[in-house]
């Protein structure tokens, strides 16, 4: 019998190894290859110990299924009852602490933790995006049996690499020839519920946080002569030649750049030429690649850059950083959220004055999606933001219509053709600055690339209201508007509404702006505006709503496009300060926005107050929820409040007594001893 507290892990090892031997599966021991590539992920990847690679786990298989996919299986063995996985509150797999950070501890010394820690080296480093990963452990009961305890986990990018569990199995034959195929389409059943995919993305967001922190402070710390633009131009070209196309552009490897000073064969120069394959493949318009190419050259040729030190470049060194820190955010399939995080970073690595920080700030991800709700965005919208920045309210734009048509075409055939029409044709934004232009376009790309007709043009004088690629002839059919311009742009950013307005007929607007634009700062402007538009809602903001960023109180307005206002419409004038999160403006800080208040039914709510009226109030009370009109005339009656009745009532006069006479006993009481001023009283 063993002893107590004695691991069993060689005889579970030396059992489930022969029972992969009876399989006749050709399978790879710790010290052994499995190939090249997985090897190197492995070898690339943190350790189960926080160290720089050494991953190794016990057993390594490639099988492929009958679609000819490969699925690579990695086993990790333990000898403990109690150490098959480690899962949090939420029942996944527990391999991140509070702060973010990799739990060590629990990778090290639980199977399926281990299991999944190598299954996201592959995700990161390698091509593969399916994975499965076992966690096996064992013991020995009082009499002296071994017992084998099995967890199965698919890890894959749709799950984030987070994992799930398969199924409870006895043993390992679901590997056999004969049962893999069956096995391979179990797992292609398993689906995440839409609130496992927000959690999902939750988790994920925080990390990045901690990632591009981390990015951002080596950079600056420790590689000298990179201005801010540098930084975004070295991220942007750095990402895009590690994405590939598969079977067409092999994605860029660190070891692809060799430091060499050959002319044309700098770091900087291969870099540059993956970036143009990759563009060429996705059909990036000539004009719009050759002026990607020309701005990311202007950093990556530059001689600093490429200049080898004891046998590295800096453009080396950075590459590296940000394949290390980044690659598993963008390999598993970098979304709204992610994309969001990434550039929200980015934008603090932007030397902007103080004037101009209002102007810089990216909307949140959640109220990018509330702009969109409020804007009826379908699968059939076609959708504009003349202030794009970094695309986020496009992205946020372009997974609300991919969605609704995911949910609404059954023909998979249809389905692909809507997806591409949308990211092709549906989409257009404008953005004045280069290098947040870049972020646009990296943004979109990043998406499956909806950037065919993000514009480098001054959306106020240039933008003629035509596609610019393609279709130069043809007019955009806006039917949606989303917006959150640049503040010191004249009438606090609404010249952007009147000009995109104009050039609408149908549809609908929704823009988040600073608050003086309906109070008097835009009065102008806004009469023009009322002229062909219907003003629906007036929606007042959290004054910290962009809290470390900006201190400005923020509207967001709702138009009916193509419909003069009259004064007798009704306009829902919505108190939304109190959102149901809760902010902080600490750098340290894991996590600075925390739903304390049922925020995500708030946000849903203001979209259904505004689409239904009264009767969907709920969480808001009667007080933050007023319908009033406006006059046409003024244009600066856009921001009102419930009115305050102050007539009282006969409980107000009843209230007022009770207090004063709980005063006067109070002070009584307080004053025993103090005859005469009672008897006076």
Do not use: C
């Not at 990390?207 to 975004?232: A, H, M, W």
């Not at 079977?247 to 970036?275: A, C, F, H, Y």
């Not at 050759?290 to 530059?302: A, V, Y």
């Not at 009704?570 to 902010?583: A, E, L, M, Q, S």
Request: charged share 30%; no cysteine.
């Amino acid at each position: 019998m063993a002893k107590k507290n004695q691991s069993v892990e060689p005889i579970v090892a030396d059992t489930v190894n022969n029972w992969l031997k009876s399989y006749g599966l050709d399978y790879k021991l710790e010290q052994e290859g499995l190939n090249s590539e997985i090897d190197k992920a492995l070898s690339e990847y943190a350790s189960k110990n926080g160290g720089k690679g050494g991953n190794r786990p016990d057993v390594k298989l490639l099988l492929q299924d009958k679609h000819t996919d490969y699925w690579p299986i990695l086993i990790e063995y333990k000898g403990y009852k109690d150490k098959l996985e480690k899962l949090d509150k939420d029942g996944r797999v527990d391999n991140r602490k509070k702060n973010n950070e990799p739990n060590y501890t629990n990778i090290n010394s639980y199977a399926v933790n281990g299991a999944i820690h190598y299954a996201n080296a592959l995700l990161h480093y390698t091509s593969y995006t399916n994975i499965i990963s076992i966690g096996v452990t064992g013991y020995k009961n009082e009499f002296g049996d071994l017992k084998i305890r099995i967890g199965v986990y698919f890890v894959s990018k749709d799950n984030f690499g987070i994992g799930q569990k398969v199924a409870e199995y006895s043993d390992l034959s679901f590997l056999k020839d004969f049962n893999f195929d069956n096995f391979i389409e179990k797992v292609k059943t398993l689906q995440l519920t839409n609130d496992e995919v927000e959690k999902l993305k939750e988790r994920r967001e925080k990390e990045i946080d901690s990632s591009l922190t981390k990015l951002n402070n080596d950079i600056y710390q420790k590689e000298k002569g990179l201005g801010e633009n540098d930084r975004v131009y070295l991220v942007a070209a750095s990402i895009i030649a590690t994405l590939g196309v598969p079977g067409k552009v092999k994605p860029l490897n660190k070891e692809d750049l060799t430091s060499s000073l050959e002319e044309n064969e700098r770091d900087g120069d291969i870099i540059i030429r993956k970036v143009n394959s990759f563009l060429n493949e996705k059909n990036i318009p000539k004009t719009k690649k050759e002026l990607i190419i020309r701005t990311l050259k202007n950093t990556l040729i530059t001689e600093n850059i490429n200049k080898p030190v004891n046998g590295e470049s800096q453009l080396k060194r950075v590459f590296s950083k940000i394949v290390d820190d980044l690659g598993i955010y963008y390999k598993i399939g970098l979304n709204t959220d992610f994309t969001g995080k990434l550039f929200n970073e980015m934008y603090s690595w932007l030397g902007f004055s103080q004037d101009k920080l209002n102007d810089v700030v990216l909307t949140p991800s959640y109220v990018a999606k509330l702009l969109v709700k409020l804007a009826r965005i379908d699968k059939d919208s076609y959708v504009w933001d003349f202030a794009t920045g970094s695309a986020g309210l496009l992205v946020a734009s372009m997974n609300e219509m991919l969605n609704d048509a995911r949910e609404k075409i059954t023909s998979p055939d249809e389905l692909y053709k809507k997806e591409a029409e949308i990211k092709a044709h549906q989409l257009l934004g404008l953005e004045i600055l280069p290098s947040i232009y870049m972020l646009a376009v990296l943004n979109m790309i990043m998406m499956g690339d909806g950037s065919s007709n993000i514009l480098n043009e001054d959306s106020l004088a240039q933008f003629d209201g035509k596609y610019s690629y393609g279709q130069t002839d043809k007019k955009f059919p806006a039917t949606a508007f989303v917006l959150n311009p640049p503040y010191s742009a004249e009438g606090k950013g609404m010249i952007f509404v009147k000009r995109a307005l104009s050039m609408m007929s149908k549809g609908y607007a929704s823009v988040i702006i600073q608050g003086s634009a309906g109070s008097g700062k835009a009065t102008e402007i806004n009469k023009k505006i009322l002229k062909s538009n219907r003003l629906l809602a007036s929606i007042k903001m959290p004054v910290d709503l962009f809290v470390g960023k900006s201190s400005v109180q923020t509207y967001i307005y709702v138009f009916r496009v193509g419909e003069k206002h009259e004064n007798d419409y009704p306009v829902k004038f919505i108190d939304f300060t109190n959102d149901g999160y809760t902010r902080r403006s600490r750098k340290k800080s894991s996590n600075n926005l925390r739903d304390t208040n049922h925020a995500k039914e708030r946000y849903q709510e203001v979209v259904d107050l505004v689409k239904y009226g009264k009767r969907k109030l709920h969480y808001l009370t009667e007080s933050e929820y007023y319908e009033g009109t406006i006059d046409i005339n003024k244009g600066d009656d856009w921001n009102q409040t419930a009115p305050i009745d102050l007539k009282p009532t006969l409980d107000d006069f009843k209230k007022t007594i009770s207090d004063y006479l709980a005063w006067k006993v109070t002070n009584i009481l307080k004053n025993p001893n103090n005859k005469n001023e009672r008897l006076k009283k």
